[in-house]
Nanobody, 123 residues
Framework: QELLVESGGGLVQAGGSLRLSCAASLRSFSVFTMGWFRQAPGEERAFVAAIGGNGGSAYYADSVKDRFLISRDDAKTTVYLQMNSLKPEDTAKYYC????????????????WGQGTQVTVSS
């Protein structure tokens, strides 16, 4: 059973929007820090955004700040990434991850990962 399942990726023109969802099958989902990372071909997986558990704060990479919005619905055990004003450089596979601690941007600190969803932004 996959614990994290992403959806919502696709092909979009530059300037467009997409909303990614990550459905989690995690006990005590509300306490997990949930993050989004992305990986473009030939590059390392990089932090995009995270949101703390128990009503914690949201954090963003500088490259997506003011364009992306992370949110969570603990009742639905789902985390979202609203992506606006998309650019070709946002093209990547986007991964959802769960972290039982409070670290938000260190990939190694995340305990669970989804399989990813592809986002392609055309110019």
């Amino acid at each position: 059973q996959e614990l994290l399942v992403e959806s919502g990726g696709g092909l979009v023109q530059a300037g467009g929007s997409l909303r990614l969802s990550c459905a989690a099958s995690l006990r005590s989902f509300s306490v997990f820090t949930m993050g989004w990372f992305r990986q473009a071909p030939g590059e390392e997986r990089a932090f995009v955004a995270a949101i703390g558990g128990n009503g914690g704060s949201a954090y963003y990479a500088d490259s997506v700040k003011d364009r992306f919005l992370i949110s969570r619905d603990d009742a639905k055990t789902t985390v979202y990434l609203q992506m606006n004003s998309l650019k070709p450089e946002d093209t990547a596979k986007y991964y959802c991850a769960a972290n039982f601690g409070s670290s938000y941007n260190r990939r190694a600190m995340y305990d669970y990962w989804g399989q990813g969803t592809q986002v392609t932004v055309s110019s």
